[in-house]
Nanobody, 127 residues
Framework: QVQLVESGGGLVQAGDSLRLACAAS????????MGWFRQAPGKEREFVAA????????FYENSVEGRCTISRDDAKSTVYLQMNSLKPEDTALYYC????????????????????WGQGTQVTVSS
């Protein structure tokens, strides 16, 4: 089992950048594929980005592709989400999630494919 704690959220202006971090503890971080999701008020939780266990494969939701970068540092047991050119529509509670992958290069987009979740970090973007 793994425990996940997100950090790095905050209140920023449109066009600003943020780097979210998700620190893992417990079972070896390097064995997990990781993902970032977000949930805005009144909306369902949605996929943002995913990274494979190997770190070699990543995937992004269309609206953030080109503005966000997911990365992982296994030595620090941490996954990051660098977000640039933030927009008001990026306002949401951001969650990281972990799952045991079938293959080293597998990544996952579905909420129900992830077994472990953090508590979230709030990102608010003002116009």
């Amino acid at each position: 089992q793994v425990q996940l704690v997100e950090s790095g959220g905050g209140l920023v202006q449109a066009g600003d950048s943020l780097r979210l971090a998700c620190a893992a503890s417990g079972r070896t971080f390097s064995t997990y594929a990781m993902g970032w999701f977000r949930q805005a008020p009144g909306k369902e939780r949605e996929f943002v980005a995913a990274i494979s266990r190997s770190g070699g494969n990543t995937f992004y939701e269309n609206s953030v592709e080109g503005r966000c970068t997911i990365s992982r540092d296994d030595a620090k047991s941490t996954v990051y989400l660098q977000m640039n050119s933030l927009k008001p529509e990026d306002t949401a509670l951001y969650y990281c999630a972990a799952t045991t992958p079938h293959y080293m290069d597998s990544y996952y987009l579905g909420i129900y494919e992830y077994h472990y979740w953090g508590q979230g970090t709030q990102v608010t973007v003002s116009s």
